[in-house]
């Protein structure tokens, strides 16, 4: 008996860890603190599900601990090697495999179902079924997430026509197929089961296609919360209120996220999902053929920053790709040392992922204070000299102000056009992700600097060095 | 409606449960500032490896000589770890560097 109270004191202190953890988590100076909380929650957790006495065990310690290195080990090395720029979709890939594992869970209740080793109540039934769809579309929708995030898969390459009627059809077929495996039980037999799991599979895949640009956090963040619930269903099939309050303060606080994200983007969850981005571009004004962009030399834009009173940095996800962050800060200390308030602005989504130039800019040590968000950004720009815009590029595009045409119409953005002057480091004149023409390389105010962007503020710094 | 019923009067210590963590996980989360979200979702996404419990749990009670169960269940510990291990440590990765330049 004092063996179960301890078991069960165990579970109890890991789930207020998990609480108390996310909560040091939403605060900076103890947000460390609270990840490293919720690690101790879930080692105690792991170590009362090894001890905890069950009917008929036979432990197989050997396979649980030989599982647990390897996850161990390549959970680690991957953490450890992952480029800061890269988070995203590891973070991605590591969440798509917890939907793999609670799929996994959900599997073994079936095979045993079917094939009559063990009865399911139709209850029971609705949760296995759930568990699979879930994390299923956890999983394969992670993986593609990551695949995009990556590089891998080109936004569009696979989207077919009528792209969101199909998801909405394959959706129909998962909830009714999932409804008569239900209500036949048993005589509904695996073959069947099986088709729902790979539909499931399939759907996942389905769901992330047409999703692009930038909506890539919110989908993540989506499927986060979705691997969440399907922990949260495993725990019920397992009867173990650890993993359900797990399970379920992932769902909540994912969901939470997702709403705060769509927000940030003047969006409904609902418009993010159907999508819409990218495809095609709908009627965007973009580029008249007359429109031609003024470029600047590296010498013109050393000048006109050292001798501004105030800049302001527009990171995007173009930074995170040149991995520009440190030689940023780089031109940002050579400013300063002259008197230049240097600043940076941080929309909400710029980059893959919410707070990901934050992650970024702190790794090259940018003082948080430089930091100004959407709406103090946009306040502080018309007293602004010079805008220096590095790899971003929808979050600053003007149409979303005055082109009800646009894709991106309505999304808040920072008027970098109301700043004195703008320079944009950009490669091409090439589209932005969500694959939309930006007039504000047109604007009078503006001047492009043409190349990588690492490259063109080393150049930078070598010019200020030289002034 | 005789069994939804049922349902609720046995199962009203896990409605509480599920509804009080709902309520938990969004008041927990709701004031959180953007500079946060990336590690955040990073934490949660850590925790949500909870599911390998479930994975531990299965290859102890399968029978030594179910390989499926057993190879399910390796499989599953594998993943689940890979999510706990590797979430809480690129998490405290990212939070190193907030702190760092204090």
């Known amino acids: 008996m004092a063996v179960t109270f301890y078991i069960n004191l165990a579970y109890l202190l890991g789930a207020i860890a998990f609480v108390w953890g996310l909560r040091l988590l939403s605060t900076p100076d103890t947000a460390r603190r609270g990840n490293i909380l919720a690690s101790i929650g879930m080692g105690l957790a792991i170590i009362a599900a090894m001890l905890a006495p069950l009917e008929n065990t036979s432990n197989n310690y050997g396979w649980i601990l030989g599982g647990m290195a390897v996850g161990a080990g390549i959970g680690w090395v991957s953490a450890r090697r992952i480029q800061m720029t890269a988070m995203p979709q590891m973070v991605s890939m590591f969440n798509g495999l917890g939907g793999a594992c609670a799929v996994v869970l959900a599997l073994v209740e079936v095979f045993q179902f079917y094939g009559g080793e063990r009865t399911l109540d139709s209850g029971q039934l609705v949760i296995v079924l759930s568990t699979l769809l879930i994390g299923g579309v956890a999983f394969t929708g992670s993986l593609l997430a990551f695949g995009k995030l990556q590089g891998l898969v080109r936004d569009n390459t696979l989207t077919l026509p009528k792209h969101n009627i199909i998801n909405q059809i394959m959706l129909l077929v998962l909830i009714v197929m999932g409804v008569m495996l239900v209500i036949q039980g048993q005589e509904a037999g695996l073959t069947m089961a099986m088709i729902f799991t790979v539909l499931a599979l399939i759907y996942g895949f389905s769901f992330v296609i047409p999703i692009g640009g930038a909506d890539m956090p919110v989908v993540i963040s989506l499927l986060n919360s979705f691997t969440g619930l399907s922990a949260a269903a495993a725990g019920l099939i397992y009867e173990n209120n650890f993993m359900l309050v797990g399970g379920i303060l992932v769902g909540a606080s994912g969901t939470i996220l997702t709403v705060l994200m769509c927000e940030a983007m003047n969006r409904s969850l609902l418009n993010v999902l159907i999508g819409g981005f990218g495809g095609g571009g709908g009627s965007a004004k973009g580029a008249d053929g007359d429109q031609v962009a003024k470029e600047v030399s590296i010498n013109d834009a050393a000048i006109q920053l050292y001798y501004s009173n105030s800049v302001m940095f527009v990171p995007g996800y173009g930074l995170a790709v040149a991995q520009a962050q440190k030689v940023c800060k780089e031109v940002d200390d050579l400013l300063e040392a002259n008197g230049v308030d240097v600043k940076y602005a941080i929309h909400p989504v710029a980059g893959r992922m919410p707070g990901h130039m934050n ?3 702190a790794e090259a040590d940018v003082p948080y204070p430089k930091l100004l968000d959407l709406d103090d950004a946009n306040s502080a720009l018309p007293n602004t000299d010079m805008v220096v815009i590095v790899g971003a590029n929808d979050v600053v595009n003007p149409a979303a102000y005055d082109d009800p045409g646009s ?5 808040p953005v920072l008027n970098v056009w109301e700043a004195k002057n703008v320079i944009v480091l950009k490669r091409s004149m090439s589209t932005g992700y969500a694959g939309i023409q930006n007039p504000l390389f047109f604007h009078a105010k503006n001047r492009m600097l043409f190349g990588d962007a690492k490259d063109s503020l080393n150049k930078l710094v070598q010019e200020l060095k030289n002034l | 409606m005789e069994s939804v019923y049922e349902f609720f009067n046995q199962n009203l210590f896990l409605i509480y449960l599920l509804i009080f963590t709902i309520i938990l996980g969004f008041e927990v989360i709701s004031k959180v500032p953007t500079v946060l979200h990336t590690p955040l979702m990073s934490g949660a996404n850590a925790i949500s490896g909870v599911v390998i419990i479930g994975a531990i749990l299965l290859i102890r009670q399968s029978d030594p000589n179910d390989y499926l169960g057993l190879g399910l269940g ?28 204090k």
Do not use: H, Q, S
Not at chain 1, 407 to 411: D, K, L, Q, R, T
Not at chain 2, 84 to 97: K, N, Q, S, Y
């Open chain 1, 359 to 361: 992650v970024l800019l």
């Open chain 1, 407 to 411: 894709p991106i119409y309505g999304m």
């Open chain 2, 74 to 101: 390796f499989l599953g510990v594998i993943l689940g770890m890979i999510n706990v291990i590797g979430g809480f440590a690129v998490t405290d990765r990212m939070l190193e560097m907030f702190k760092r330049k």
